[in-house]
Structures are given as structure tokens and as C-alpha cells.
């Protein structure tokens, strides 16, 4: 499987990520996000770090248009997304996965029609409706659910799984879209460390196997710099550090956390 | 009725006036109603004794007519299910379009009004309504029972779908999936257990009010029923309700059995 | 992998998929002998927008003029038929739902009766009541305040048992423990739990009653429906509208009171 969509892959342009002078501001004057500018391409895995409410949840929203960002403009594989609307949204956005903090799956649904979910924005509503998806997507799926060790679970319900086997099925899901880039919101939040590390394995060992640059919302300092080769500080709404792990020091976290005894 | 709990706890044996007086006030106003409906024990006393005539003259009940009640029995149970098919099948998407956290205003507006409009008279009225516009038959009743079903179904289905959790949907919006299949997967299977539970019990609810709306001329049993009831022929009646009963219990066995299907 | 041997997804198992399908048969087939055989004369829907059309202009204008002299009184029979016929409904609903609730009553035998008199009032539609008590009573109120509180019995009793058999034990357990008399039991550890679900049940039937008592005037049970049966028959069609305008003003009223109350109690 992965040499197909090796293959596959080659021939197209570098999958990659530019955000240019992103600006989001829910009441106005006020803005949350301020002229956020980076670019992730290849098979990078970033790590954005920053206090709570300094908006890495709204910079991840506005890449896919769920929050609409008040300027600036995004770019997926050099498309800009920002002016979509409509059905070329749509097309848009099947182009990038995400991945959530509380998995988002539909609980009542098995494990193998949420990751079919992934492939909703390629099927009619018609083949949805009928659960008539193409073989060749349901034989991906199946390969991406041995691949994270979920092959026993294909015909469970969604409510039946443990946290980790969730975000499992919730990355699945994300990967079978074929993204260009990958978002996750917080992925680890909601498990034990044990998992969190379990699931970041997952997430860098696909993204890299598919080839798909990744952006990862963390609190987790550690995990992030032991699975990423970025990371982006926020702090107040723009970017305060960006550079690999590495250079990453505790006067970065002050500026970025503010405070130190914490860092203790 | 927190204030009188309160009350309770901190002196548990002392008279709870509030509810003294609200009792005594409920006391005062049915005997001022009763004298107002000239509602009297007496008349109540009187109308016992008619009672036992009455139920004396219904035993035996009269089958003898079975095939006239045969073929109203069909055409009630035929008004129930045509009414409840194409009740279920336009509220499913007016219950949809009423829902306020999957669609806009402009759009929920419409339809909530539509299905407050539905719920608003009392189906008889409705089947008078009806009985006027397509004229005296089942036609009438059929059209009643579908309007009252969107005015149950549509509302309660409305509240069901808002209280889903949203983030699946979220998470499909983000997938970039038609809005059509965005329902289908995220919201639909949160939900339908619910509409199926909703769509029988408006079932037997039809089943039951397709045996009345007769009564204004709009089709079924009811019509039979209210001239036997015209005509004091009582025994015939007795045939008629115990039929409907029967009926009615028939039907709450099979949907039992259909929502075990379901489960 | 190779595209030889494909994976097989399906999303119920086959006797699922059958039963499903059973029961959608089953519908489709009794949906299709229905319309094929209920007598239903299409011209008469053709027709339909002219007589809808010619019914609006007969019900315009609204005799408003009709409502001190012929529609007031019997608007005010109306609600207090809905009135009287609930707080009837509530006094037998309280015996009969505690009859009804198997963790107060434990003897089977009682609760079996309690379900068969709340089942036996639910099963018959008000309407029909309304025949059965005009044919008992007579004509007027009292048939109809009967017919609305019998109606209700069922319904106020089922919820009520059901809101007792919810109760937290462990207050009516130290009671018990205590030696309190049946009597305090009931009304210190039970009620205080059910009372705030019993007010909202009653005043949920009221708003109920309200419509229905506007309407078992049709068969002779009192109240506004009287009105409106006299005036279909004499094809007063303007009266009639003003009929159907007050009975949708009190229902609105009778609604907007409910909510509010319901507010403050919960
Ligand atoms: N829909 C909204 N309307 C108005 N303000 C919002 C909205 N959503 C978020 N905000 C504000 O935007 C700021 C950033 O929120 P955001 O959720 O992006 O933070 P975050 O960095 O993801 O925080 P956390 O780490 O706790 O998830 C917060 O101050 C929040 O109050
Ligand atoms: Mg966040």
C-alpha cells in the first residue's frame, strides 16, 4: 500500500502549508490572532506551544475555514483557500485533515463508517447514503486500520472504543481524506500520558509515511519536542519562537508562558 | 414548589400556609366553577342511573352488522397508515429545517412557524377544515392526520436533533462533506432512533384519531360510531368501541415488536 | 496487497439487513393496498384550492360583533371545563398513580389495577368519551367536565407513578427506619421528591384540556365547540372564523401561562 501512494505521491507538487499574515479578531479592534505568518512543506511535523487561550485553536479553525479569518490568506499546496466559499470550499477542505481533541467521531457509527467518513467530500450523497464506497476506499481503509492496530474493531461501534482507540479511528479518518496537510487540535488532551505518547507515534509515523506535513496543537512541551522537528510559540497572538526543538530554551518558555516557577 | 421543599427541611412539622391557601383557593374555585357549569351532585347521581341503562342496553354487543364493521375498521387503519407515511416522510425534513443550531434563521423561521401552525387547532377542527375543502371521505382524514403528524413529529424532531452533540458534525464540515452527507453521518444516526420512537407513537396516535375524525365526516369508523350513537343504538356501539380497543391494542403490540427491529 | 482478494464491508449483519427489510416491506405493502383501495375521488382535490378559496371569503368578514352575545360565555364554560375537569383528574390521578407505583404499593394485584384503569382511560380518544358521557349525562358541561377529567386520569396518573417509582429511596429509608406512620412517609419523603414533576404534569394536561374542551362541544359535551357546531350547521361561516380566531387566542394564552409558570416551579 504505501509504495502506491509513494508512487502516486512523486508525481505531484510538494504537499505544503503557507500562512500569510493571518489576522483574526472575533470582536473587532480586539484581535486574537495578529498577522500570523509560516509555511510547512514536505514532511515537516510542527508543534505549536503557547499559553492557554492565545488562540492555537482559532490559528487551526481559520486554516480550514471553520472560523472564518478576518485577513490574511492560506495557502494548501499553493491554492489559496481564503477566498472560497461554497462547493470549491468544499473541495478545498477535503484536502485538509484534522484531527480533534475530543475525537469527533459519531459515536453510533462503527469504526469502519468513520473512517469512511474521511472519504464523504469524494462520494456523492447518493453512494454515502447507499454506504457504496468505491472498493478501492474501503480496502485503503482497512489497510490503515491494520496499520494502527485496529483491525479486530471494524465493525464496533465508535462508543465501544477506549480514548486512544478513538483518536486512532478520529486519524484514520483524517488520513483517508488524502490531505495535504494535517491538522490536530490538542490530540493528546484527553488521554494518559502513556497513550498521548502512543498517539503521537501514530500521528508523525503516518504523516511521514504518507507524506503529509503536519501541525499539532500541543500543551505537552516534552512531547513536542521529542516527535516534532518544529515548533512555533505563541504568545498574545503572534509568534514569539520558531525554530527546531533544540533551540528551544527556558527563557523561550518564559517569554511564551510568562512566569517561571513553573518551569521547576 | 423549592420554597415549600425548603420549608419542609428547616421545620419539618410546621404548616406549609402557601399551600395551605393554594389548596383552599383550588377547593373555592371548583365549587364556584361547578355552580358556574351548573355541575351538580344531584344531575351527577341522576346521570349514574342513566349509566347503568346505558351500559345495560349495550350488552350483548350487536355483531350482526360485522361486514359493515369490517370495512370501517379497514378504512380507518388505511387513513392511519397513508397519514402516518406521508406525515413521517415531510416532517423528517421539516423537523430538519427547524433545527436552529444546523441551520440559519431565515430558514428554521419558516418551518417552525409551519409546524406551530400544525399543532395550533385541534385535528377535529382541522378535519372540519378539510371535510369542507375536499368534500366528506377519508381524503379529509388523511389530510388531518398528515398535518397533525408534522405538528408532533416535525416539533419533537426539531428538539431531538437540537440537542446532538455537534461535534461530529464539525468534524465532517471540516472534512469538506456535502451538507446532505454531513446529515446523513453526523446527525441522522444521533437521532433516528428517536424519529422511529416519534413515528410509531404517532402511529397508534393516528390510529386512535382516524377512529374519530368520522365524527365531522372525514372518514373511518367515528362516522358509523356517531350514528349508531344518534340512532341510541347502543348494542351496535358497544360492537364499535369494542373493536376500536382491539384494534388499538393490536397495533401497540406490532409497534413494540417493530421498535425491537430497531433497536 | 493485491486487488484479488478484496475486503468485504457490509454495515448490519444479514438478519439484520432482513429484518430491517421485513418491516419496510411489510409498511411499503400495507402503504400500497391502502392507496389503491381507500376511496379517495381525486376531482375532489383538484377542487380543492377553489372551495378553500370560496371558504375564506365566506369566514370574511369575522363577525366580531357575534362574540358578547353568543361566544364569551361559552369561551369561559370552555376553560373552566379544562379547569374543573384537571383538578377532578388530579384529585383521582393521586390515589391511582400511588396504586400505579411498585416501589410504594408492593402488591402486584393493586398496581395491575391502577394499569388497566390508566391504560383503559389513555386507549379511548376524548372525543369519543365526550360521546359516552353525553349519552350518560346528557347534553352540557357536566358530560364534558367528566369526559376531560376521565381523560386526564390516565394520563396525569401514568407520569405521576412514573415520577414516584424515580424517587431517591434514601430519604423514605430513614423515614421508615425512624417508625414514621404511612401517611408521613408519603408526604415527607415522597411527595417533596415527585410534587415539582407532578405540578408540571398537571399544568401540561391543562394546556392539553384547554384545546380538547374546545372541541367536545362537536359531539353535545359543552363549552365552545357547542358554538361552532351551531354555527357549521346554519353555514354562519364568518361566525365560525370568529370561533376558531377565540379558540386560538385562549389556546396561545392558555400556552404563554404554562411556560411561565412552568419557569417559576422548575
Ligand atoms: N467563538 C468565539 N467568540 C469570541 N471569542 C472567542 C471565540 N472562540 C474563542 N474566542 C477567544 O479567542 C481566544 C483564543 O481562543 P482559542 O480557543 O483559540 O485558544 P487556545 O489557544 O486554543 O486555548 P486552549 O489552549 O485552552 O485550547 C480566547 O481568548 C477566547 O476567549
Ligand atoms: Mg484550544
Known amino acids: 500500500m504505501t509504495t502506491r501512494t509513494g508512487n502516486a505521491l512523486a508525481a505531484q507538487p510538494e504537499r505544503s502549508l503557507r500562512v500569510e499574515h493571518l489576522v483574526k479578531a472575533y470582536q473587532p479592534g480586539k484581535p486574537v490572532l495578529n498577522d500570523i505568518s509560516f509555511e510547512v512543506r514536505g514532511q515537516n511535523s510542527v508543534a505549536i506551544i503557547g499559553p492557554s487561550g492565545t488562540g492555537k485553536s482559532t490559528l487551526i479553525r481559520c486554516v480550514n475555514k471553520l472560523i472564518p479569518p478576518t485577513s490574511g490568506a492560506v495557502f494548501v499546496s499553493g491554492e489559496n483557500i481564503s477566498r472560497l466559499s461554497g462547493r470549491a470550499l468544499r473541495h478545498a477542505r477535503r484536502k485538509i485533515g484534522m484531527v480533534f481533541q475530543e475525537f469527533n467521531l459519531v459515536e453510533r457509527l462503527t469504526v469502519m463508517e468513520n473512517v469512511l467518513c474521511g472519504r464523504l467530500g469524494y462520494v456523492s450523497v447518493w453512494q454515502a447514503w447507499r454506504r457504496t464506497y468505491p472498493q478501492d476506499d474501503i480496502d485503503r481503509a482497512f489497510a490503515l486500520l491494520e496499520s494502527i492496530g485496529l483491525a479486530d474493531f471494524v465493525h464496533q461501534r465508535a462508543d465501544s472504543l477506549s480514548g486512544g482507540q478513538r483518536q486512532r479511528v478520529g486519524i484514520a479518518r483524517a488520513i483517508m481524506q488524502e490531505p495535504h496537510v494535517l491538522l490536530a487540535d490538542e490530540p493528546t488532551s484527553s488521554l494518559d500520558p502513556k497513550t498521548s505518547v502512543e498517539i503521537m507515534e501514530v500521528l508523525v509515523q503516518l504523516s511521514e509515511v504518507h507524506r503529509i506535513p503536519l501541525i499539532i496543537n500541543i500543551h505537552d512541551v516534552e512531547l513536542a519536542r521529542r516527535f516534532t522537528s518544529r515548533i512555533i510559540g505563541l504568545s498574545q497572538g503572534g509568534i514569539v519562537f520558531d525554530g527546531p526543538p533544540a533551540e528551544l530554551s527556558n527563557d523561550h518558555l518564559k517569554t511564551i508562558y510568562g512566569g517561571e516557577a513553573w518551569l521547576q | 414548589m423549592s420554597g415549600a421543599e425548603a420549608f419542609c427541611r428547616e421545620r419539618p412539622f410546621k404548616v406549609n400556609w402557601p399551600v395551605r391557601c393554594a389548596w383552599f383557593a383550588a377547593i373555592l374555585y371548583a365549587l364556584y366553577a361547578a355552580n358556574y357549569l351548573d355541575v351538580s351532585w344531584a344531575r351527577f347521581v341522576v346521570g349514574l342511573g342513566n349509566g347503568a341503562t346505558f351500559l345495560a342496553e349495550m350488552v350483548p354487543p350487536d355483531f350482526s352488522r360485522w361486514q359493515l364493521l369490517i370495512d370501517n375498521l379497514i378504512e380507518t387503519v388505511e387513513i392511519a397508515i397513508i397519514a402516518s407515511a406521508f406525515g413521517v416522510l415531510f416532517s423528517l425534513p421539516i423537523g430538519l429545517l427547524a433545527a436552529r443550531n444546523l441551520l440559519p434563521s431565515w430558514v428554521t423561521w419558516p418551518a417552525r412557524t409551519f409546524i406551530a401552525l400544525c399543532r395550533s387547532f385541534h385535528p377535529v377542527i382541522f378535519a372540519i377544515l378539510f371535510v369542507k375543502a375536499v368534500g366528506f371521505g377519508p381524503l379529509a382524514g388523511i389530510l388531518t392526520l398528515v398535518f397533525a403528524s408534522i405538528g408532533f413529529i416535525g416539533k419533537l424532531f426539531a428538539e431531538a436533533i437540537e440537542e446532538i452533540s455537534l461535534k461530529p458534525v464539525e468534524a465532517l464540515r471540516a472534512s469538506g462533506a456535502p451538507f446532505i452527507s454531513v446529515i446523513i453521518y453526523a446527525v441522522l444516526p444521533q437521532v433516528l432512533n428517536r424519529f422511529i420512537g416519534f413515528a410509531s407513537y404517532q402511529f397508534d396516535a393516528n390510529l386512535r384519531n382516524s377512529t374519530m375524525v368520522g365524527i365531522v365526516g372525514a372518514g373511518g369508523i367515528g362516522g358509523t360510531m356517531f350514528a349508531a350513537f344518534q340512532r341510541f343504538d347502543y348494542d351496535f356501539l358497544a360492537a364499535i368501541l369494542l373493536s376500536i380497543i382491539g384494534l388499538v391494542m393490536l397495533s401497540e403490540f406490532i409497534s413494540i415488536r417493530i421498535k425491537r427491529v430497531f433497536q | ?266
Not at chain 3, 454495515?11 to 429484518?19: D, K, Q, V
Open chain 3, 1 to 266: 496487497m493485491t486487488t484479488a482478494d478484496h475486503y468485504r464491508w457490509q454495515r448490519f449483519t444479514p438478519r439484520e439487513r432482513l429484518a430491517r427489510f421485513a418491516v419496510f416491506l411489510g409498511f411499503a405493502v400495507a402503504l400500497a393496498a391502502s392507496m389503491r383501495t381507500v376511496e379517495v375521488i381525486p376531482e375532489f382535490l383538484y377542487d380543492a384550492p377553489t372551495q378553500v378559496l370560496d371558504l375564506f371569503k365566506r369566514m370574511w368578514p369575522i363577525e366580531y360583533s357575534y362574540y358578547p352575545e353568543g361566544v364569551h360565555h361559552a369561551l369561559v364554560e370552555t376553560l373552566h371545563i379544562a379547569s374543573l375537569g384537571t383538578l377532578l383528574a388530579i384529585v383521582m390521578a393521586i390515589p391511582v398513580g400511588i396504586l400505579g407505583a411498585s416501589n410504594i404499593v408492593r402488591v402486584p394485584a393493586l398496581n395491575w389495577l391502577a394499569k388497566l384503569i390508566l391504560v383503559s382511560s389513555r386507549s379511548v380518544n376524548t372525543l369519543v368519551w365526550a360521546l359516552l358521557f353525553v349519552a350518560v349525562f346528557g347534553p352540557g358541561a357536566l358530560a364534558g367536565t367528566i369526559c376531560i377529567a376521565f381523560r386526564s386520569i390516565g394520563f396525569v396518573g401514568k407520569l405521576f407513578a412514573e415520577a414516584l417509582e424515580e424517587c431517591d429511596p434514601g430519604p423514605i429509608e430513614a423515614l421508615t427506619a425512624a417508625g414514621a406512620p404511612w401517611p408521613s412517609v408519603f408526604l415527607k419523603g415522597f411527595w417533596p421528591q415527585a410534587a415539582p414533576a407532578f405540578w408540571g404534569i398537571a399544568l401540561f394536561r391543562w394546556d392539553i384540556n384547554v384545546r380538547e374542551s374546545a372541541v367536545i362541544g362537536l359531539v353535545g359535551a359543552g363549552g365552545i365547540g357547542m358554538v361552532l357546531d351551531t354555527a357549521m350547521n346554519l353555514f354562519h361561516w364568518d361566525r365560525v372564523a370568529l370561533v376558531l380566531l377565540s379558540i386560538f387566542s385562549v389556546v396561545i394564552i392558555a400556552e404563554l401561562v404554562v411556560t411561565n409558570i412552568r419557569k417559576r416551579i422548575i
